[in-house]
């Protein structure tokens, strides 16, 4: 269960930097948002694409970077109603298939498919096309590296529901809230 610890303590710590990435992007929004609506009463352009790019940016990492603190810490959507209803090897076991053939696959494919376009992106320097936009390429780089964190993390949760479905322990199976 060392690699579990890892993989938990890991993205919990990535996660909550993410996290502080929100604060940040709405005084971004919120600063460029006034900085519009005073623009005409100064008579000065206050808003920049350099801020809404960069508010686009910090979303786009706080979504890829705190994907795998909430399937640690078992905070993202299910819409399955029956879960709820089941017992702790029931849940293990439903954790278990839906990550070996919902999450892995997924995590696989999106990496096969965002991964050359980042190492294009990163190749070419990548900037924003907009007039005093952003530079793209580490953003892009961001992409596959989110999606093999959380494909980390749906490993840890497979060892987590197998140590449930042998032993039976029910508190191995909720998240450590690792931190």
């Not at 600063?31 to 910090?58: I, T």
């Not at 970077?65 to 017992?87: C, M, Q, S, T």
């Not at 298939?97 to 376009?117: D, E, N, R």
Request: proline content about 4%; overall charge positive.
């Amino acid at each position: 269960m060392a690699f579990v610890r890892i993989v938990d303590r890991t993205n919990a710590w990535i996660g909550k930097f993410a996290a502080w990435l929100g604060l940040l992007m709405v005084l971004i929004g919120a600063g460029n948002a006034v900085g519009g609506y005073l623009e005409p009463m100064v008579g000065r352009k206050l808003s920049l694409v350099a801020l809404d790019e960069g508010q686009w940016y910090l979303f786009s990492l706080l979504f890829l970077l705190a994907a795998p603190w909430a399937l640690a810490e078992n905070a993202h959507v299910r819409v399955d109603v029956l879960y709820g209803r089941l017992g702790a090897r029931g849940k293990a076991w439903t954790d278990l298939v839906g990550s070996l053939v919902l999450l892995l696959p997924f995590c696989v494919f999106a990496i096969v498919v965002v991964t050359p376009s980042a190492i294009e992106s990163f190749r070419v320097r990548e900037v924003s096309p907009d007039a005093g936009g952003l530079v793209r390429w580490p953003l892009r780089i961001v992409a596959p590296v989110a999606f093999f964190l959380i494909a980390l993390q749906g490993l840890a949760g497979i060892v987590r529901a197998l140590h449930v479905i042998r032993r039976g322990e029910a508190s191995e199976a909720e998240p450590t809230h690792a931190g």
